[in-house]
């Protein structure tokens, strides 16, 4: 039973939200299994929300432990703690409406520490990227040339200076973009696509399991 | 009730398809059908770095992506909890610690009973411990600071990323490819799937991705269906050529058909 009423209630329920897309009322109205789609919808955030409650009480457990035991270091995990507490604490206070005061605290936590801190990570991608570039345009193999004269001829084509070298520059990196590049990344796309959703199929028809834990 | 505008076609590539599977499956069962997935070097390659964490006496770390289960990248984050569950398996085997790091709140506890569960079938229950699987943040970037963070300190021998990803694709291939750990990604993520074959040992681009669990169960049910789904894939080309063609001679019948 443990495996089996996870499985009726992913076949049952996917196949709502999946009917629910393909048809509709022939008289225009409300139509039934678009509004059990909906409440399913509703059903996910109430869902998530226990699971946001699961996953804390790990990162309390895991860093509360950390900090009990003084490990090595137990101050980042006490200032995440810290952290964890007073953000919750702003966050319910504005969204039950204590004031002005506290609505402004809460949209400036997240102005000045949230956003410079997700942006210094995004800009790391850079110097990543670089790095990257660097070993994978190394001329290890054929297939690694090929890549590598093929990045020199776009970045050409691209940069201003390119033209300038030559005005063919643009064209050929034009076409390396358009034309192989799109051939390649269709092919992996409708290959994706289908594997998406067989895939998918697979879960709903409980053929596939795994994520249920255990050995098949 | 009636089918919506522009829905008919989906009806039908649902049916046709669904019908094609499950005959690929019961064809399988019924051994009248063995499909043959293509060695897929990456996922070779999978107990190949469990074994070099083992000699290392490092940890292996292993991310399922930052998809939901519940939109469209969920496909993707199924396939990579089916690669869980045999690198939790193996680790067991090589009595190895994993390190799961998790972004999504509703991926948390699946993961959680996948690694007890596959811990328990080894015959390894004491080797979960609270911290083998770890929430970080559900913020993309935070969760990419507390993934590089482990990576360091841990110093971690083999990073096993599958399923979806985003911007911290390269974040955490590079951060990994610093420690030197030997890599193996897995995404169906067009954008990211670039930065993962320039900075990763082994990356399974796209569909490679979603044989995963049929390639190393080898199990007939599974053969089977990703059989019937290369017969899907045939039957899809053969539309596009005959379309193309169609359509350069200026005759839109099969364009038309889709868009009903």
Redesign the interface.
């Known amino acids: 039973m443990r495996r089996e009423i996870p499985l009726v209630i992913t076949f049952v329920v996917g196949m709502i939200v ?1 009917l629910a ?6 008289d225009g109205g409300e ?1 039934i299994l678009a509004k059990w789609a909906g409440e399913l919808t509703d059903w ?1 955030i109430i ?2 929300a226990f ?2 409650g ?3 009480v ?2 309390f ?2 860093h509360g ?1 950390i900090v009990a035991r003084k490990r090595p ?1 137990w101050i980042n995990s006490l200032t995440l703690l810290a952290a964890i507490v007073v953000f919750a604490v702003i966050g319910i206070a504005a969204r039950f409406g204590a004031g002005p005061f506290f609505s402004e605290l809460n949209q400036n936590l997240y102005d000045s520490i ?1 956003s410079p ?2 942006a210094a ?2 800009a ?2 850079a110097f ?2 670089a ?3 660097y ?2 345009f190394r001329m290890r193999n054929l297939e690694a040339s090929v890549m590598l004269f093929a990045a020199i001829l776009v970045m050409l084509g691209r940069a201003p200076v390119g033209e300038l070298i030559w005005n063919q520059f643009p064209s050929i990196a034009n076409w390396l973009v358009d034309i192989p590049n799109t051939v390649g ?1 269709r092919a ?5 696509a ?10 709903l ?1 409980g ?2 399991r ?7 | ?4 505008a522009g ?1 008919v076609t ?2 039908f590539t ?1 049916l046709i ?2 019908a094609i ?2 005959i690929g ?1 019961n064809m399988s069962q019924a051994g009248k059908w063995t499909p043959k997935i293509r060695r897929l070097a990456g996922l070779d390659a999978v107990e190949e770095a469990v074994g070099r964490a083992t000699e290392m006496g490092a940890p292996v770390h292993f991310s399922p992506g930052i998809g939901n ?2 939109d ?1 990248s ?3 984050t ?2 990579g ?2 690669v869980l ?1 045999y690198v939790t ?1 193996l680790t067991a085997k090589y009595n190895t610690e994993i390190i799961v790091t ?1 972004r999504q ?2 991926v ?3 993961a ?3 690694v ?3 811990y ?2 080894a015959g390894r229950p004491d080797m979960f411990q ?2 083998t ?4 943040s ?5 969760y ?2 507390g993934v590089m963070g482990i990576m360091n ?1 841990r110093r971690i021998a083999a990073n096993l990323m599958m399923g979806a990803f985003w ?2 694709s ?2 955490f ?2 951060a990994g ?1 610093q420690v030197g750990a030997i890599q193996v990604a897995g995404t ?1 993520a ?1 954008a990211q ?1 670039p ?1 993962f ?3 990763c040992d082994y990356t399974l ?3 490679e ?3 995963a ?1 049929a390639y190393l ?1 080898q ?1 007939k ?2 053969l089977g ?2 059989g ?2 290369d017969i ?2 045939g039957i ?1 080309m053969v539309i ?1 050529l005959v379309g193309s063609l169609l359509a350069t001679a200026d005759i839109t019948i099969i364009k038309d058909l889709l868009s009903k």
């Open positions: 999946l897309r393909i048809f509709t009322a022939a139509f996910v869902v998530s699971a946001v699961l996953a804390s790990n990162l457990r895991i432990d270091g949230i801190l997700g990570m995004f790391i991608l990543y990227i790095s990257a570039a070993r994978a990344q992996i796309m409708i290959g994706a289908i594997g998406g959703f067989a895939t998918s199929l697979r879960i028809l053929i596939e795994g994520h249920l834990g255990g050995v098949e | 009730m009636t089918i919506m829905r989906f009806l649902v398809m669904g599977v499950l499956v289960i519940s469209d969920a496909p993707q199924f396939a909890l089916e569950a398996e998790i709140p509703n948390f506890p699946l959680q009973e996948i007890r569960q596959s328990l079938a609270e911290d699987v770890q929430f970080l559900s913020e993309q970037f935070a990419a600071a300190r911007a911290e390269l974040l291939a590079e490819a169906a067009m799937l930065f074959v320039a900075a681009i796209g569909e991705l979603y044989a669990g169960s199990d049910v599974k269906s990703i019937s789904q899907v894939k899809t596009i």
